[in-house]
């Protein structure tokens, strides 16, 4: 979700840029709601898990593309499905992104250490090599969505500075000691609202008993669609998270994001949209110096995953509160 929530901010620009060209944007059936707020675009929503599973499934869904009558399609993902897509889609122009696997292999073996371009500049490249202009300077947010009456009761209310705080991410190398997030939490929950974020049934468990210690501490897993919880997100004035999806999806509505650093590192180009570097908090590269170790996290030595624990949580507190 992560990754498509990165290109929200680019498709929103090539349709600034680009006003009389008609984009259909294709997607997992999950994650239309990303895409709401780029209006002049069509969403074309798939659905893997049943009618476009499979290589006869991806036909049919070749075939849909084709009746729209498109003049090139530009791949973001450059993956097995959409592989097979361009095979079907012969004779129609197709640009795929350049995935940069030398230059990240370089990274993660310790053979070069310096930033690789933006995912979003990667993104942006793909609709360059269609000859089309994108220019992602000067970026123009929408404006934060009013919440619903329901949403608002379901809240207990909502002020005027709401941090948000996702404290899970897909691996352990990159979540944040629960331990060390609490004295984050007791530190801000002094002062502002706290809006707990998270998916799954075991992760908002936890957040449910998180939130239960603290008087300011809401917990939002579960408890909304996707879209009631977009519009909340586009409502806070700084996301907390880690190298994860909910820092994406509040760097594609404009919010302020902070962001907690394992044994990934920003420099694999996967920082969210538009935000400072100095909202990049990085583990301690003296004591682990093989960091980053993987691109998304999976991989790493032994005892590395405890480098997000050099993060200090007055830093973090700090950090948050410059943001406000």
């Not at 239309?32 to 049943?50: C, E, G, M, Q, Y």
């Not at 371009?117 to 123009?140: C, D």
Request: glycine content about 6%; cysteine-free.
């Amino acid at each position: 979700m992560g990754d498509v929530a990165i290109s929200v901010p680019v498709l929103f620009a090539f349709t600034q840029s680009n006003p009389d060209i008609r984009l259909t944007i294709l997607t997992k059936k999950q994650f239309t709601p990303l895409f709401r707020d780029i209006t002049s675009a069509t969403v074309l929503s798939a659905d893997f898990n049943k009618q476009h599973k499979g290589v006869f499934g991806l036909y049919k869904l070749s075939k849909q593309i084709r009746k729209l009558n498109v003049d090139a399609v530009a791949d973001l993902h450059n993956v097995l499905r959409t592989k097979i897509l361009k095979f079907f889609l012969i004779g129609i122009e197709f640009y795929q992104i350049d995935k940069a696997r030398a230059q990240k292999k370089a990274l993660i073996n310790g053979s070069s250490f310096r930033p690789l371009p933006t995912i979003t500049e990667r993104y942006a490249n793909v609709f360059r090599g269609l000859e089309l202009s994108l220019e992602l300077k000067n970026f123009n947010f929408s404006p934060s969505k009013q919440l619903m009456p329901t949403t608002l009761n379901t809240l207990k209310g909502f002020s005027t500075a709401v941090i948000g705080i996702a404290p899970f991410a897909a691996y352990a190398s990159k979540s944040y000691p629960i331990s060390k997030m609490k004295r984050v939490i007791s530190e801000l929950q002094k002062d502002y609202k706290i809006l707990l974020f998270g998916g799954g049934l075991e992760e908002s468990k936890e957040l449910t008993k998180l939130a239960l210690k603290y008087e300011n501490v809401f917990s939002t897993a579960g408890k909304f669609s996707f879209n009631e919880e977009l519009d909340i997100i586009s409502n806070l004035k700084v996301m907390l998270s880690m190298d994860s999806g909910n820092g994406h999806l509040a760097a594609m509505l404009g919010v302020n994001v902070v962001t907690l650093w394992g044994v990934t590192h920003p420099f694999a180009g996967f920082a969210p949209f538009n935000q400072k570097a100095t909202n990049n908090l990085l583990a301690d590269r003296k004591k682990y110096p093989r960091i980053p170790t993987s691109i998304y996290g999976k991989s790493f030595p032994k005892g590395y995953e405890l480098a997000i624990q050099t993060i200090q949580p007055d830093t973090v507190v700090k950090a948050v509160k410059d943001n406000l």
